[in-house]
């Protein structure tokens, strides 16, 4: 069985950072990509970034590029998501989620999913 969890979640500040971690156990996921997922209350679910298993390719939202780096130990089964100078607008649940294709934005490429952990930016 294939479990994604997610950590690192918190009430910050504006400005300051956080990193997520998503540990997956129940498979090998050195050919997977890995994608981070955000909604806010209210909102869709949006794309925030993805890595692929070759050469580590990597794709950001507009919103988060310069801001947040995505990155994966594959001996660890694990990837991160480092969050730096975080809005008020980055309020969101944040999940990360596997696709077995070569890098994606898209959610309905995603076949596995973490719960989501709560990222709360407030001043």
């Known amino acids: 069985q294939v479990q994604l969890a997610e950590s690192g979640g918190g009430l910050v500040q504006p400005g300051e950072s956080l990193r997520l971690v998503c540990t997956v156990s129940?498979?090998?996921?050195?050919?997977?990509?890995m994608g981070w997922f955000r909604q806010a209350p209210g909102k869709n679910r949006e794309f925030v970034a993805a890595?692929?298993?070759?050469?580590?390719?990597?794709t950001y939202a507009d919103s988060v590029s310069g801001r947040f780096t995505i990155s994966r130990d594959n001996a660890k089964n694990t990837t991160y998501l480092q969050m730096n100078r975080l809005q008020i607008e980055d309020t969101a649940v944040y999940s990360c989620?596997?696709?077995?294709?070569?890098?994606?934005?898209?959610?309905?490429?995603?076949?596995?999913w973490g719960q989501g952990t709560q990222v709360t930016v407030s001043s």
């Open positions: 989620a596997i696709a077995e294709i070569f890098i994606t934005r898209s959610a309905n490429d995603y076949r596995y």
């Open positions: 129940g498979r090998a996921f050195d050919r997977d990509t």
């Open positions: 890595i692929s298993w070759l050469e580590s390719v990597t």
